[in-house]
């Protein structure tokens, strides 16, 4: 017991374990925007700062492309870390370990599936809302349950 | 007690059902924030991609009350995740039920009147300085209280 | 014992308050970055909002400092708070004491000098580039870990 203790959060539970596997997947994506907005500068010669498009020889401009993964990667910072606290406490509300899972597992497949549709290969509506819908409602749906169990 | 420690977070600490409430309430807030841009953005016929304004042949464009949500949003990205975060790490400070409890709702509802004086019905400063303000101070003291507590 | 199950996240881990300093020194480097960007809106007269720039009867207008402020901040919102998570996580793989406390300090120390090489003195790159690296890696190298970690 003293074990578990000193490890702060514990892992006796394993929806504990579930969210650490999804929430660090959640941030390996995270962390793959700003590659690919980097690549997409140097792509297309599409710089933000004065002295990066100096070292080329260019001026700062903005490019369509680029602005897309930004957009992208903004509605990441919108929609993920929200996730990550909202999650975190619904664990504390005693979930059915089966709908937790699943809930943790779509809510990273929509995600992942929002970026590649919107800024990797562009697919027609309505495939992008789709996978934004799905990871605002799993996350509100999460939300709601979490305020009507500590209203108490 | 294994019952508690099985749950990971306590649920015997008060303040953890607290922070849990508030927390929740402050994610279904910035939800709102999306909805309410893709509401302006309907309303105002300005859409940020070529396919969504293409749907109703119409071009990309900007709009300003698009963009006032948008600020509102991000201002909310800026000022809460690090709410959760400082508010999280100030429980374990062993801090007073009552001030604590007031602090998370004065956070709280300083920012939900922040983006109701910002976007949804836009009153003359200092209403918009002061909500701001509020919750500013409120994080900055907790943060303050946080590095002094765990300097040592 | 009771005493610490009580307290939520446990005490009795050292690199729990490790991470409670390091996360609350990066809030208060965060709230700078709000104050920053006001400072520099004043002193350029550079304001995003009509009711803002009208009190000194100005228009709204774009500033190059204020906007390489904003990014400054913007690159915070990306790569600091999916720090705080990954490393929360992080200390439930049980790392060693000493390598965590420096993967914290070093996050810090690079988000730091990222700001202050990006917008406070502009210095040449590969200053920026080398600091927003350090912490992109080091963030990176845990969610791998934990990855691996949880995946069994």
């Known amino acids: 017991m003293a074990e578990v203790v000193t490890e702060g959060l514990s892992l006796d539970n394993p929806l504990v374990r579930v969210y650490a596997f ?31 498009a100096a070292r080329f020889k260019l001026k700062v401009k903005q490019d369509d492309n680029v602005e897309r993964v930004r957009r992208a990667h903004l509605n990441d910072l919108e929609n993920i870390p929200i996730f990550f606290i909202v999650s975190l406490i619904y664990i504390l509300t005693n979930p059915s370990y089966f ?51 500590f209203l108490a």
Not at 36 to 52: G, I, L, Q
Not at 105 to 111: P, Q, S, V
Not at 120 to 137: E, N
Request: with cysteine; charged share 10%; hydrophobic share 50%.
């Open 22 to 52: 999804y929430c660090s997947i959640l941030v390996l994506k995270m962390m793959f925007m700003s590659v690919f907005t980097s690549m997409t500068r140097v792509k297309t010669k599409a710089y933000a700062n004065p002295e990066d």
């Open 99 to 149: 709908l937790t899972t699943w809930l943790f597992r779509a809510f990273t497949l929509a995600r992942i599936s929002h970026t590649f549709v919107y800024a990797v290969v562009v697919i027609p509506q309505p495939a992008r809302g789709l996978s934004w819908a799905t990871g605002f409602f799993i996350t509100g749906y999460m939300a709601i349950q979490n305020v009507i169990y």
